[in-house]
């Protein structure tokens, strides 16, 4: 069973940066995807970024593109998300999760707070 663990929330002034990191456990058969869905209180869960396993491919959605960067770590299962000029509207819960042959995987969510 794929389980996964997070860390790296907190908060911080607009223009700051912080890095999330995600790492999985588990088997998870070689192919999958693995990225970040966000949740601002009383907001829809929406997709932020994600990166192929085995080729790297990044996608962002259009509000953090130039700002987030997401990054992996093959050796010990972790996907990183590098977030550069956070502003105010970046502020939620922030859920790493993995997609694969048996389905979603989610994270326990962490908190970025982004204060004006």
């Known amino acids: 069973q794929v389980q996964l663990v997070e860390s790296g929330g907190g908060s911080v002034q607009a223009g700051g940066s912080l890095t999330l990191s995600c790492t999985a456990s588990?088997?998870?058969?070689?192919?999958?995807?693995m990225g970040w869905f966000r949740q601002a209180p009383g907001k829809e869960r929406i997709f932020v970024a994600s990166?192929?396993?085995?080729?790297?491919?990044?996608n962002y959605v259009d509000s953090v593109k130039g700002r987030y960067t997401a990054s992996r770590n093959n050796a010990n299962n972790t996907v990183y998300l590098q977030m550069n000029s956070l502003k105010p509207e970046d502020t939620a819960v922030y859920y790493c999760?993995?997609?694969?042959?048996?389905?979603?995987?989610w994270g326990q969510g962490t908190q970025v707070t982004v204060s004006s």
């Open positions: 588990g088997r998870t058969f070689g192919r999958y995807t």
């Open positions: 999760y993995l997609n694969y042959i048996r389905g979603v995987v």
């Open positions: 990166i192929d396993w085995n080729s790297g491919r990044t």
